[in-house]
């Protein structure tokens, strides 16, 4: 089964500056999916920003972006600019050509003004 | 329009006694999931359905049996309920290709 590493529990930043947060995945699949979830108190899940792993270009949503290295498998995520409303629990999750989704254990981020 | 909705939001019980929640999805989804996450935040899936059809069943107590009456809701039915069933448990669904969404999670306490 595939697995989705998140090595920091937790991370914090300051408001304004630019924080990654490292996801890595095991898989022997070529096709496959994969996002970054974000998680605030409301506990809402709302997704931040999605990979196609056949597309060789980072994707990037506004401040968010990814830094997509498929051969090493890892799947990052750069928040710009970070903002108070960015504090949030981040979740990296992979999903299969045979439609599973794998999470990995989150990452709570903390924004410090 | 609410893609996703559960209901209810928060489910206070006591031990023993059987509860349900329900899930719907107004996406047009195939498929629909049911996940639990602890007072870690792990996110563990439960239950996955693909038009109508269980497709995955993890290591899930049997007291825990999803129904699907169509495609456009999944519900979550708990028998003889215990105190480590306190969790938050989510649905979602997704198309075929791409991400899932999310309901706004049911907070189960169990007393």
């Known amino acids: 089964a595939q697995t989705v590493t998140q090595s920091q529990p937790e991370m914090s930043v300051q408001e304004a500056e630019t924080v990654t947060l490292s996801c890595t995945y095991d898989?022997?699949?070529?096709?496959?999916?994969l996002f970054w979830y974000k998680q605030p108190p409301s506990r809402q899940m709302i997704l931040v920003i999605r990979?196609?792993?056949?597309?060789?270009q980072n994707a990037t949503e506004n401040r968010f972006s990814v830094n997509f290295q498929k051969a090493a498998k890892s799947f990052s995520l750069k928040i710009s600019d970070s903002q108070l409303g960015d504090a949030a629990m981040y979740f990296c999750?992979?999903?299969?050509?045979?439609?599973?989704?794998?999470f990995g254990t989150g990452t709570s981020l903390t924004v410090i003004p | 329009d609410t893609a996703v909705s559960q209901t209810p939001k928060y489910l206070v019980t006591q031990m023993g006694n059987d509860k349900s929640i329900k899930c719907e999805q107004n996406?047009?989804?195939?498929?629909m999931y049911w996940y639990k996450q602890d007072s870690k935040k792990f996110l563990k899936i439960m239950f996955s359905?693909?038009?109508?059809?269980?497709?995955i069943n993890e290591t899930v107590p049997n007291r825990f049996s999803p129904k699907s009456p169509d495609k456009a809701h999944l519900n979550l039915h708990i028998n003889s309920l215990e105190l480590g069933d306190s969790a938050v448990y989510f649905c979602?669904?997704?198309?075929?290709?791409?991400?899932?969404?999310f309901g706004p999670g049911t907070r189960l306490t169990v007393t």
């Open positions: 999750a992979y999903r299969s050509a045979g439609n599973q989704f794998y």
């Open positions: 898989t022997s699949e070529s096709d496959y999916y």
């Open positions: 979602a669904s997704s198309p075929p290709l791409g991400e899932q969404y």
């Open positions: 990979q196609e792993a056949y597309k060789q």
């Open positions: 359905y693909n038009n109508k059809e269980l497709i």
């Open positions: 996406l047009g989804h195939d498929t």
